[in-house]
Nanobody, 111 residues
Framework: IQLVESGGGSTQPGGSLRLTCTTSGFMFSTSVMSWHRQAPGKARELVAMINSLSTFTQYGNSVKGRFTISRDNAKKIVYLQMNSLIPEDTGVYYC?????WGQGTQVTVSS
């Protein structure tokens, strides 16, 4: 089982980034997928989740209206489009399913 995040980086406030999680080794098309993040000194928190058919999504309060989660079941990829980024979005972003996590990708928002 592999979950590999990519697309992180540094940007100024107001910028955008798109994270990608490429997966293999499990039944992606029937799995709920999520993005979590962890800022320095803070607990890991839910950013967004999406059900298997993309008919239901849920977002953390701090990212509602700015972030969008989506998935491509044919490619076994889940995305996180992040717009209007603010410094508080800084952290390591993890893709996950059923208690399994990738290695994370760093997102830094700073002027």
């Amino acid at each position: 089982i592999q979950l590999v995040e990519s697309g992180g980086g540094s940007t100024q406030p107001g910028g955008s980034l798109r994270l990608t999680c490429t997966t293999s080794g499990f039944m992606f098309s029937t799995s709920v997928m999520s993005w979590h993040r962890q800022a320095p000194g803070k607990a890991r928190e839910l950013v967004a989740m999406i059900n298997s058919l993309s008919t239901f999504t849920q977002y953390g309060n701090s990212v509602k209206g700015r972030f969008t989660i989506s998935r491509d079941n044919a490619k076994k990829i889940v995305y996180l489009q992040m717009n209007s980024l603010i410094p508080e979005d800084t952290g390591v972003y993890y893709c996950g399913t059923n208690g399994l996590w990738g290695q994370g990708t760093q997102v830094t928002v700073s002027s």
